[in-house]
């Protein structure tokens, strides 16, 4: 069984940074893709960021492109997401999400909310002055 625990939400001015970790376990197979989601009250939850484990190959949703940062560490198991120049329309409850890769990209992947089984606690991540 999966299991993913996130961390590193918080409070951040505008234009500020904040990380976020994901400790995965439990993959049985190596091929599989783990990423981040985020809710925002009132809206669906939508994919920001994704990677394939065998190659890295990652994606980003337009909003994000160029301000946020998707990461790993072999060694650790975890998956990082480096959020830059935040705004507050990046506030939102923020997921990590994984299960094994059922399409033909990342991208594909990412943006389908319902291939994905395994999923984190989530965390608050607040974009105010």
């Known amino acids: 069984q999966v299991q993913l625990v996130e961390s590193g939400g918080g409070l951040v001015q505008p234009g500020g940074s904040l990380r976020l970790s994901c400790a995965a376990s439990?993959?049985?197979?190596?091929?599989?893709?783990i990423g981040w989601f985020r809710q925002a009250p009132g809206k669906e939850r939508e994919g920001v960021s994704c990677l394939l484990s065998t190659d890295g190959s990652t994606y980003y949703a337009d909003s994000v492109k160029g301000r946020f940062t998707i990461s790993r560490d072999n060694a650790k198991n975890t998956v990082y997401l480096q959020m830059n120049s935040l705004k507050p329309e990046d506030t939102a409850v923020y997921y990590c999400?994984?299960?094994?890769?059922?399409?033909?990209?990342?991208?594909?992947?990412?943006?389908?909310?319902?291939?994905?089984?395994?999923w984190g606690q989530g965390t608050q991540v607040t974009v105010s002055s």
């Open positions: 999400g994984a299960d094994y890769m059922q399409f033909f990209t990342v991208q594909a992947m990412c943006q389908r909310i319902d291939a994905f089984n395994s």
């Open positions: 439990g993959f049985t197979r190596d091929y599989y893709v």
